[in-house]
């Protein structure tokens, strides 16, 4: 399988039980020599990966826009960069810095942090901007991972690459089951299991996007023929076999908690019945990110036409992307009842969205998923085409915040719809504090939020913002930019807020990217200018996306100025 040829959207064959057997049998025999290997020698393999995955990376996105019925000239073939081969170069550059100043130290370097802590003593990194050109490409941007109550300043580097502090570390097998809508998912996953937990991987891909699997062998074509790597193509079936394979000794799963919880517990009244007596039927590690019903804040404030249109722009961008299938699309905006300008934000949103076009309802369900929360009725406003391949953007506007089992707060709609509810509040300090809560105790998941604030209204209530901030139960914070940022950034951390068990999983459990490999993260936070020029890439608004993914990506593969430039070029014409 090491020696495939990437080919246009045509998926591989499905596998049978002897060729499964087959691979993870190759993989047990490996693993140890896997944990085992010189720091040196898998540092020159992840930068041959890095090396491998730019050279498919134009390739893979023209077949994923194929997939997706993107045509190949439109600024909407950005969002396959940027969801793709950027993010997982980026990851993999960053990454191996760090794997560099544990072989040139022997524990990684945190000469370039900004630590503090909290009034309760909570340690927090600064990790972004880390270098000059964090500065130039994201200009007001910053980034904190915030730690577990045991991670303190003096003791940060002895919870920092723990699988490499261990001297004679084991091996194991880690079957990782891909996600079905972003690039990069798989990819990073197995990065991740690699090179931060030290296991070997077999990759199943989902099938809703299992035309990247010829990519993916092709840029770790290495590691699949040291049987480091293999890779499994199928359906529920093929899942169902490695899962409860003897020979698979983790499980890492990005998609839904009801997958996660056949995986642990079953199907029908018998899982049912066993998630109720929480006896599982694994004592498999399983690790997971399992999305979320994405909450925005709207702090109210004095906001120019201006400020308004470049957020309903914002808004629109987080649940457009990707058709809407995200596990971070924007779900729910929380406004003030009171704020004067409410009204006027959401008709900004309102034609943003009648602009936006449609796009090709491209994952299961979609469809059955629309249906179940526009049948809530005269609440649901939608925009643009509804046919057979298409559905419109749709918001379920002024939805009670005392309904509490509102679908819209309980449910990932995992398409493109979003909901706005107004919760009363005496001023904006209470707003703060009831935001706060209200995401906390009644919308599902924890995966990610976002807070847009102006700059004025942050200065004037900066103690309030920063409680909110810290009060937030979620693994990634973006203050007025989507999520989507901490996702990308490779230097943050990616997954739920701690604390979840297996009977109660919403986000999941565990984290991947976190590049600087932080043993103990809370959380995320990464804060951004309110208002940003060039207009950001991931606005779907923005008419040179394609163009600017693809420079973007070939700088994230080696920095230089001339790149730089580059990206400036196309970021301008946006």
């Given at each position: 399988?090491?020696?495939a040829?990437p080919e246009?959207?045509?998926?591989?064959?499905l596998?049978n039980?002897?060729?499964?057997?087959?691979?993870l049998?190759?993989?047990q025999?490996?693993?140890?020599?896997?944990?085992a290997?010189?720091?040196a020698?898998?540092?020159?393999?992840a930068?041959?990966?890095?090396?491998?995955?730019?050279?498919?990376a134009r390739?893979?996105?023209?077949s994923?826009?194929?997939?997706?019925?993107?045509?190949?000239?439109s600024?909407?073939?950005?969002?396959?960069?940027?969801?793709g081969p950027t993010?997982v170069?980026r990851?993999l550059?960053?990454?191996?810095?760090?794997?560099?100043?544990?072989?040139?130290?022997?524990?990684?370097?945190t000469d370039?942090?900004?630590?503090?802590?909290?009034?309760?003593?909570?340690?927090?990194?600064?990790?972004?901007?880390?270098?000059h050109?964090?500065?130039l490409?994201?200009?007001?941007?910053?980034?904190?991972v915030?730690?577990?109550?045991?991670?303190r300043?003096?003791?940060?580097?002895?919870?920092?690459?723990?699988?490499?502090?261990d001297?004679?570390?084991?091996?194991?097998v880690a079957?990782?089951?891909?996600?079905?809508?972003v690039?990069?998912?798989?990819?990073?996953?197995?990065?991740?299991?690699?090179?931060?937990?030290?296991?070997?991987c077999i990759?199943?891909?989902?099938?809703?996007?299992?035309?990247?699997?010829?990519?993916?062998?092709?840029?770790f074509?290495?590691?699949?023929?040291?049987?480091?790597?293999?890779?499994?193509?199928?359906?529920?079936?093929v899942?169902?076999y490695l899962?409860?394979?003897?020979?698979v000794?983790?499980?890492?799963?990005?998609?839904?908690?009801?997958t996660?919880?056949?995986?642990?517990?079953?199907?029908g009244?018998?899982?049912?019945?066993?998630?109720?007596?929480?006896?599982?039927?694994?004592?498999k590690?399983?690790t997971s990110?399992?999305?979320n019903?994405?909450?925005?804040?709207?702090?109210?404030?004095?906001?120019?036409?201006?400020?308004?249109?470049?957020?309903?722009?914002?808004?629109?961008?987080q649940?457009a992307?990707?058709?809407?299938f995200?596990?971070?699309?924007?779900?729910?905006?929380?406004?003030?009842?009171?704020?004067?300008?409410?009204?006027?934000?959401?008709?900004h949103?309102?034609?943003?969205?009648?602009e936006?076009?449609?796009?090709?309802?491209?994952?299961?369900?979609?469809?059955?998923?629309?249906?179940?929360?526009?049948?809530y009725?005269?609440?649901a406003?939608?925009?643009?085409?509804?046919d057979e391949d298409?559905?419109?953007?749709?918001?379920?506007?002024?939805?009670?915040p005392?309904?509490?089992?509102?679908?819209c707060f309980?449910?990932?709609?995992f398409?493109?719809v979003?909901?706005?509810?107004?919760?009363?509040?005496?001023d904006?300090?209470e707003?703060?504090?009831?935001?706060?809560?209200f995401?906390?105790?009644?919308?599902?998941?924890?995966?990610?939020?976002?807070?847009i604030?102006?700059?004025?209204?942050?200065s004037?209530?900066?103690?309030?913002?920063?409680?909110a901030i810290?009060?937030l139960?979620?693994?990634?914070?973006?203050?007025?930019?989507?999520?989507?940022?901490?996702?990308?950034l490779?230097?943050?951390?990616?997954?739920?807020?701690?604390?979840?068990?297996?009977?109660d999983?919403?986000?999941?459990i565990?984290?991947?990217?976190?590049t600087?490999?932080?043993?103990?993260?809370?959380?995320?936070?990464?804060?951004?200018?309110f208002?940003v020029?060039?207009k950001?890439?991931?606005?779907?608004?923005?008419?040179?996306?394609?163009?600017?993914?693809?420079?973007?990506?070939r700088?994230?593969?080696n920095?230089?100025?001339?790149?730089?430039?580059?990206?400036?070029?196309e970021?301008?014409?946006g």
């Amino acid at each position: 399988m090491a020696q495939a040829t990437p080919e246009e959207t045509v998926p591989p064959e499905l596998d049978n039980e002897k060729a499964l057997d087959q691979r993870l049998q190759t993989l047990q025999d490996n693993k140890q020599s896997w944990a085992a290997l010189p720091l040196a020698e898998k540092i020159a393999m992840a930068k041959r990966l890095l090396e491998n995955s730019a050279k498919v990376a134009r390739r893979q996105v023209m077949s994923a826009a194929r997939a997706k019925s993107i045509p190949l000239d439109s600024p909407l073939v950005g969002e396959e960069w940027l969801g793709g081969p950027t993010i997982v170069i980026r990851n993999l550059r960053l990454l191996i810095e760090t794997l560099e100043e544990l072989e040139s130290s022997g524990a990684p370097s945190t000469d370039d942090f900004t630590i503090k802590t909290t009034p309760e003593g909570q340690t927090i990194v600064k990790v972004f901007p880390a270098s000059h050109w964090d500065k130039l490409l994201f200009t007001g941007f910053t980034a904190e991972v915030w730690m577990e109550d045991e991670v303190r300043p003096d003791n940060l580097t002895e919870n920092m690459a723990g699988f490499y502090r261990d001297p004679d570390p084991v091996g194991k097998v880690a079957l990782v089951l891909g996600a079905g809508n972003v690039a990069s998912i798989g990819t990073l996953d197995v990065v991740y299991k690699l090179f931060a937990e030290g296991q070997v991987c077999i990759l199943k891909m989902n099938p809703v996007n299992d035309y990247l699997g010829p990519f993916i062998e092709a840029a770790f074509a290495e590691f699949i023929d040291r049987g480091f790597v293999q890779m499994a193509y199928g359906g529920v079936d093929v899942g169902a076999y490695l899962c409860s394979h003897d020979l698979v000794e983790e499980i890492h799963i990005t998609g839904s908690d009801r997958t996660h919880d056949a995986i642990v517990y079953g199907v029908g009244e018998e899982g049912q019945a066993r998630k109720e007596r929480d006896e599982p039927r694994t004592n498999k590690r399983i690790t997971s990110e399992l999305g979320n019903v994405s909450p925005v804040i709207i702090v109210p404030g004095k906001w120019s036409d201006s400020d308004l249109r470049f957020h309903a722009e914002n808004l629109a961008s987080q649940i457009a992307n990707n058709g809407g299938f995200n596990c971070n699309a924007a779900r729910v905006i929380i406004t003030h009842e009171g704020w004067d300008q409410r009204q006027d934000f959401l008709g900004h949103l309102r034609s943003v969205l009648a602009e936006i076009a449609p796009r090709d309802a491209y994952y299961p369900g979609a469809s059955e998923r629309f249906e179940k929360f526009v049948q809530y009725g005269d609440k649901a406003e939608s925009f643009g085409l509804h046919d057979e391949d298409h559905l419109p953007w749709t918001v379920l506007f002024d939805i009670d915040p005392e309904d509490t089992s509102h679908i819209c707060f309980t449910t990932e709609a995992f398409c493109g719809v979003k909901c706005e509810t107004a919760l009363p509040a005496s001023d904006t300090a209470e707003f703060l504090r009831r935001a706060a809560e209200f995401c906390n105790e009644n919308i599902w998941g924890t995966l990610s939020a976002s807070i847009i604030v102006a700059p004025k209204t942050a200065s004037t209530f900066s103690e309030e913002v920063e409680e909110a901030i810290a009060t937030l139960r979620y693994g990634s914070i973006v203050i007025n930019h989507w999520p989507a940022l901490s996702y990308g950034l490779g230097v943050t951390t990616w997954g739920a807020f701690p604390g979840h068990t297996y009977q109660d999983i919403q986000s999941g459990i565990g984290v991947v990217h976190n590049t600087h490999l932080f043993d103990s993260p809370q959380k995320s936070v990464v804060r951004g200018p309110f208002r940003v020029f060039p207009k950001p890439a991931w606005f779907v608004t923005n008419k040179n996306t394609h163009r600017i993914g693809e420079q973007l990506t070939r700088f994230e593969e080696n920095p230089s100025f001339l790149r730089f430039v580059r990206v400036v070029k196309e970021a301008v014409k946006g």
